[in-house]
């Protein structure tokens, strides 16, 4: 069975403190890893989608970097209002649906 | 563009009793979703639509839901009668195409609609 865990649970930073988010996956013959975010209250948010190992993709403080066996999402000097949390999911069946990881709380304080 | 909406965004509900949750895709967009987050767990996958076809309902827990879509516009999910583990978050996502496996294609989520079974 399909499987996606992020680590850790939850994330507090300070103001300016980088950091590094992990989704790992057990998914037989991995065909793209989609990462969103969500604010409280919303629906997730699509912020990247990566096909293929050693792919990259950055979008503000954010940058996505994908392995054979993982994807790491990068905060770099992260601000308040990147406190969100963080979602990764990986296209499963017949590619029609995404199984999602449990999701990174980040809290980022001024 | 308007996004997707869901409809109501809070429900609270005694056990037995039925409720209607609504969703409106993207204008245009003939893949509808319906995702569901219970307390302490994933976003869970429940059913795929094509226009008005069900293309993949293999997510859905058991036959006290009923999703229909219609004219393969907007998409109701009805539970009856409702049970305490129906308690969550459920949400509608929409696509213009068919295939995750495609660059081309994302899911846009709505905002949710949250429901309590007392």
């Known amino acids: 069975e399909d499987q996606v865990t992020q680590s850790p649970e939850a994330l507090r930073l300070q103001e300016g403190e980088s950091s590094s988010l992990n989704c790992s996956y057990t998914?037989?013959?991995?065909?793209?890893l989609f990462w969103y975010r969500q604010d409280p209250g919303k629906g997730p948010e699509f912020l990247f989608t990566?096909?293929?190992a050693g792919e990259e993709k950055e979008k503000e403080r954010l940058k996505a970097t994908l392995t054979k066996k993982e994807s790491f999402l990068h905060i770099t000097a992260p601000k308040p209002e990147d406190s969100a949390t963080y979602l990764c999911?990986?296209?499963?069946?017949?590619?029609?649906?995404?199984?999602f990881g449990g999701g990174t709380r980040v809290l980022v304080k001024p | 563009e308007a996004g997707v909406t869901q409809f109501p965004s809070h429900s609270v509900i005694e056990k037995g009793q039925t409720v209607t949750l609504r969703c409106d895709p993207i204008?245009?967009?003939?893949?509808l979703y319906w995702y569901r987050r219970v307390m302490g767990k994933e976003i869970k996958f429940l059913l795929h639509f094509v226009k008005e076809s069900k293309q993949d309902e293999s997510g859905m827990p058991n036959n006290r839901f009923l999703a229909e879509r219609t004219g393969g516009t907007y998409s109701t999910l009805k539970v009856q009668p409702a049970e305490l583990e129906d308690s969550g978050v459920y949400f509608c996502?929409?696509?213009?195409?068919?295939?995750?496996?495609?660059?081309?294609?994302?899911?846009?989520f709505g905002a949710g609609s949250r429901l309590t079974v007392l």
């Open positions: 990566l096909y293929s």
């Open positions: 204008s245009g967009h003939d893949n």
């Open positions: 996502a929409s696509s213009s195409g068919l295939s995750l496996f495609s660059g081309a294609n994302v899911l846009t």
């Open positions: 999911a990986s296209p499963s069946g017949a590619g029609n649906k995404l199984t």
């Open positions: 998914v037989s013959g991995l065909r793209g």
